[in-house]
């Protein structure tokens, strides 16, 4: 054996020696850590393995398990997601975060009876747990017969409302709790507790929002779309909802969800990843992660604008794979992620095969819907009136652009009319897509797929009509945000 492979092994051997001297050193919360950036950068499958290696060396650690039911749930793998966090609950009964995150995947299945006494249990574990508060009250409601709940959680929220540092899910929990027994004042001032809390932290900003849907006009002109083609296009079907949050885009996907050929593949943003592979490209490329920032949505947007059609063909391809990917079984695919009306130049050219959702809801009722619940994702503009005016504003703006080249493959659809006339609106939708009817759609609410948005609740149960005057309640406390939609264009 000649020298330089004597050495070659030798430093094999070395490394090995290392890594495997590291791997010793590992505390469970170096696994915690790591998988914790992998499951942020969508990297669920590396999580998993992961935490796989961690729970073989540290069995007894639940912070293990709990991490491992968000990496498995985070892969679309809900059965397995389900037995480990209850594989966690049974093996760490006093482990509130276990009965926690058995609730919210029975919450995401549909099972609000179970979700609701998990919820409980990690209350009686964890008291003063602001995040397990939250979650118990979004699925109780309320009476005076629970003036005992309502106390110790105000008592909570009384002794954090000065700190700065707060969780403010406490602040929307108790004004939720208030709404159910109607004291709407009281209500009110501690939804706006929570907000203020949220607004210090919030990094909405305008300036840089309209810089983007401006840019976004700009590219996707009348020229854009008279461009010759020069290859043939992506010829999936592809179903696409989007709109404001809480504006209905939740109800409009189970309903379609429903019909035996169509199936929601969750609010995932697929297809803004697959295109900021010009984000990546272009200078000051983004990192990575599953939020891009607004700088790379600007890059991302002016590189679809200028790239060929094949470059366009394929990336379709690539999105509507993994869209199919996600739902196997399902003939067509319902992508209900509300901001790809950002993304509606490269579908309207590279899919047109494509048809788009666009849900809309009464300004006043949308924005206030917004402010009363505190997000789990990155919805930014959501805890100031002004804020949420600009960004209602902006949204009809771009939608409004988009129509004027494709009315025929957009279609409107009112909350109002969902939920006032679900069979008329619901044989609208089909014969737009190219669905026939099929009774299963007015039962949408039986329908156990899924659902992980902040509607989850809401869809499986009848439409119902009182979330339409809800905000009417506090008339006089939202009178700033009607004026913000009178500044916006919004409302005359």
């Known amino acids: 054996m000649d020298k330089r492979r004597k050495k070659a092994l030798k430093d094999k051997k070395r490394q090995a020696a290392r890594q495997q001297a590291a791997q010793a050193q590992r505390t469970p919360s170096h696994y915690l850590r ?105 699925l109780k409601k309320f009476t005076p017969e629970d003036r005992e709940e309502i106390a110790q959680l105000e008592a909570l929220a009384q002794q954090r409302r000065h700190d700065p540092k707060a969780h403010p899910a406490i602040f929307f929990a108790l004004g939720k709790a208030l709404e159910d027994i109607g004291e709407y004042e009281e209500s009110f001032r501690w939804y706006r507790k929570g907000n203020q809390v949220m607004r210090a932290r919030s990094k909405y900003l305008p300036s840089a929002y309209e810089t983007l849907i401006d840019a976004t006009i700009e590219r996707y002109d009348r020229a854009y779309f008279e461009r010759p083609a020069t290859t043939a296009p992506c010829p999936d079907p592809a179903i696409l909802v989007m709109g404001t949050p809480r504006s209905g885009s939740t109800l409009i996907e189970q309903v379609l969800s429903s019909h035996p050929e169509l199936e929601g593949t969750g609010e995932e943003a697929d297809l803004t990843h697959v295109l900021s592979y010009y984000a990546d490209k272009l200078p000051g490329a983004w990192k990575g992660g599953r939020e891009i920032p607004l700088n790379g949505l600007l890059r991302m947007v002016r590189g679809v604008a200028e790239a060929s059609d094949d470059a366009l063909r394929q990336h379709a391809q690539t999105y509507c794979d993994r869209q199919h990917r996600r739902v196997p079984d399902a003939p067509r695919f319902v992508d209900k992620c509300l901001t790809n009306y950002l993304n509606l130049g490269f579908v309207l050219r590279a899919m047109p095969n494509a048809r788009v959702i666009y849900s809309r809801r009464e300004p006043m009722a949308t924005c206030f819907s917004n402010y009363r619940i505190l997000f789990t994702s990155n919805v930014q503009q959501a805890y100031d009136f002004e804020h949420l005016a600009h960004h209602y504003a902006l949204v009809e703006r771009i939608m409004d652009h988009w129509k004027q080249f494709a009315p025929d493959r957009i279609l409107t659809v009112e909350y109002e009319d969902m939920v006032t006339d679900l069979e008329g609106q619901t044989r609208r939708m089909l014969e737009f897509v190219g669905a026939g009817w099929h009774d299963d759609c007015m039962r949408f609410f039986e329908n156990k797929r899924r659902v992980t948005s902040a509607s989850a609740t809401q869809v499986r149960r009848p439409v119902y009509q009182s979330s339409l005057e809800q905000w009417k309640r506090y008339e006089s406390q939202l009178a700033p945000l009607r004026e913000a939609l009178v500044r916006h264009g919004v409302l005359d």
Do not use: I
Request: proline share 5%; hydrophobic share 35%.
């Open 34 to 138: 790591e998988s914790l950036t992998l499951l942020q950068n969508r990297k669920e499958a590396q999580a998993e393995t992961l935490l796989r290696q961690g729970m073989d060396r540290f069995p007894d650690s639940p912070e293990l398990y709990a991490n491992m039911v968000h990496a498995l749930y985070m892969q679309g793998r809900s059965a397995d997601a389900l037995e480990m966090a209850r594989a966690c609950v049974e093996k760490f009964p006093d482990f509130p975060d276990g009965h926690n995150n058995l609730g919210v995947v029975y919450k995401f299945e549909g099972q609000m009876d179970a979700a609701r006494d998990c919820y409980r249990r990690a209350l009686d574990l964890a008291p003063k747990s602001s995040e397990f508060w939250r979650n118990y009250t979004a």
